[in-house]
């Protein structure tokens, strides 16, 4: 790679060991990648506060864990402060709730101890999978490093910023130095459209524009897509919900809905000239199959656990879910969890929405997910959730059964104690 002077002279060592450390990485990256040169980022989100698991190493220091956790070296440097605007995605603990995720106490403190070194490090403890929710909302062309696939393809979808799904050490490397490899998409080139979905179906509400999602990404996996033909606009968290999907069930990082998303105009703009490589229809067959796809690990009617906020809520959905709840309680058999950034708890702990939720026996938690944390309560065997991307990866990972579908029926669960939701 063709490195500028300042990429010389941390190659070099002259910024310390840390950074060139860090260089070291984004240059063999780099050229693993096969980029040409590296480009400037000021925006950067990763995961670097430590939290205690089976089969990892007791360090000495949170020095030692930055060093060999996310520089990948034996050695430990002394971990300067960041030189990019940087952030913390989200992580496993829920700084309110730990309790009720049976963390032990000497857990949540290597936890709280691990955000307290990141903070005075430089880093922003935002603590969700959806930083442009709470004010790092990154600019059409801004170039960023960012980790969480949903919010990669949100923030270059919708927004126009350009990253590629980066990694722990790439992103860590990218705050120590401002640089990551100039590739992929963050090339104008690879921003074109490949697939073309033509969108027959009126898709208006949060649930079927999850079910769109996740049937985009099966369709055209990691390429570009390009949406013909949607005849509503989609608020912040349909697209949210979109895109989380398209990415779990395919790898899309980019897609284009011309119109409406921040790059193309046109259909023909979206594509740059090039040829389209496939086309696809979305139509009511298509939507009743993946309905039933995304329902397929469930049986058992008796809900046990209800979790919303997949990618993590806004303070929209919040009051919409208070307003489903409407002085109602939850079962005593089941639970209803609710997941959001903790600033937009603080709005509604301010709101009296924490108080509603509370009162109807439901919990509002934040910096985490049951996917992330691995935590459900206790003898959890079904769950139920409007997001496809949980339901996707939940009874995956925790060997439960899992129902979909939309957040009123999914209200209606945690109220009852029963899944009685479906699809007209
Ligand atoms: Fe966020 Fe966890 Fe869903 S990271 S996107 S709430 S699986």
């Known amino acids: 790679m063709r490195l500028t002077a300042d990429e010389e002279a941390m190659l070099d060592g002259k910024e310390g060991r840390a950074v060139q450390r860090a260089m070291e990485l984004l240059v063999q990256y780099g050229d693993a990648l096969g980029a040409e040169r590296l480009v400037d980022t000021n925006n950067v989100c990763g995961a670097n506060v430590f939290s205690p698991a089976p089969g990892l190493p007791k360090f000495e220091s ?20 960041v030189k990019a605007y940087s952030c913390q995605l989200i992580g496993r603990m829920d700084a309110r709730h730990w309790r009720l995720q049976e963390i032990e106490q000497e857990t949540h403190d290597l936890i709280a101890e691990s955000e307290s070194y990141n903070a005075a490090h430089g880093i922003q403890l935002m603590n969700t999978c959806t930083p442009y929710q709470v004010g790092n909302v990154p600019v059409k062309g801004e170039h960023c490093a960012w980790m ?6 949100y923030i270059n979808s919708v927004l126009g910023a350009r990253t590629n799904v980066e990694g722990r050490e790439s992103t860590a490397a990218a705050m120590l ?3 990551i490899p100039y590739w992929g998409y963050h090339l104008h080139e690879q921003r074109a459209g490949t697939h073309y979905v033509d969108v027959q179906f009126p898709v208006q509400d ?17 390429k570009v897509p390009v949406l013909d033909h949607v005849n509503s606009t989609p608020n912040l968290s349909q697209l949210k919900h979109f895109g989380a999907a398209a990415s779990t069930s395919g790898g899309v990082e980019l897609y284009h809905i011309p119109g409406i998303t921040a790059e193309a ?7 740059q000239g090039h040829p389209i490589q ?14 039933e796809e995304l329902n397929s690990t469930a049986r058992d009617p008796h809900v046990d656990l209800v979790m919303l906020g997949c990618p993590h809520a806004n303070i929209q959905q919040i009051w919409e879910i208070c307003n489903l709840l409407d002085g109602k309680t939850v079962h005593s058999n089941t639970e209803l969890w609710i997941f959001t950034p903790h600033p937009i708890r603080e709005l509604a702990d301010r709101n009296g929405y924490t108080k509603i939720m509370e009162n109807a026996g439901a919990v509002l938690m ?16 079904v769950i139920a959730t409007d997001s496809a991307k949980q339901v996707h990866y939940l009874p995956a990972i925790m060997k439960v059964q899992g129902w979909f579908g939309s957040t009123k029926d999914c209200v ?10 479906g699809i007209s």
């Open 366 to 381: 934040s910096d985490t997910c049951p996917a992330i944390g691995r935590f459900l309560p206790k003898g959890t065997k």
């Open 412 to 421: 209606n669960a945690a109220i009852t104690g029963r899944w009685t939701g």
């Open 177 to 179: 130095t401002g640089k």
């Open 206 to 222: 949060f649930m079927d524009w999850g079910i769109l999602g996740y049937y985009v990404g099966k369709m055209v996996g990691d």
């Open 62 to 81: 949170h020095d030692q864990i930055f060093s060999q956790m996310s520089l990948d070296s034996d050695e430990t440097f002394e971990i300067p402060h």
């Open 278 to 291: 496939a086309r696809f229809s979305f139509g009511q067959q298509e939507r009743l199959q993946v309905y």
């Open 148 to 153: 969480e696939s949903s919010a990669v393809v």
């Open 265 to 271: 105009r046109t259909v023909e703009e979206a594509f």
